[in-house]
């Protein structure tokens, strides 16, 4: 799992969080090198955001502090190496290790959202 060790690392090591609009293949979000983009039009739940941060954050903690190259495993049709093995370990964080989730919140200033995401 996604760590609160790895989160602060990230975060010393200057990954940065980036909302934008949208994206045209429907995509949620992607790492970057150093950049978490997240899609907000994308998006709809604060839940699907939340797993989505989580998930981008484990891509790079993977390149950043575990050295792995983001091309190794296969990728699918959005370029995501290990989908479903990255997926399973941002749901399992999600589920087990909310203060993970708390912490880059709170050092990223990220805010509930007041009102619902846009559905699709």
């Known amino acids: 799992m996604l760590s609160i060790d790895d989160i ?6 200057d ?6 609009k949208r994206r045209s293949n429907g995509i949620m979000g992607e790492w970057d090198y150093p950049r978490v983009l997240i899609y ?8 699907e955001r939340d797993i989505t941060l989580l998930h981008e954050f484990i891509h790079a903690r993977d390149e950043v502090i575990r050295g792995i190259d ?3 495993g296969e990728m699918d049709e959005y370029g995501c190496t290990n989908y479903e093995e990255v ?8 589920q ?4 993970v989730l708390v912490l880059l919140k ?7 959202q007041s009102k619902p995401l846009k559905t699709l």
């Open 15 to 20: 990954v940065s969080i980036e909302f934008l």
């Open 8 to 13: 602060v690392r990230l975060y010393y090591e």
């Open 106 to 112: 709170e050092l990223y200033n990220i805010k509930s």
């Open 40 to 47: 907000e039009n994308n998006l709809r739940s604060e839940e």
């Open 70 to 72: 983001q091309k190794m």
């Open 87 to 94: 997926e399973k370990e941002a749901f399992e964080t999600y």
């Open 96 to 99: 087990n290790a909310p203060e």
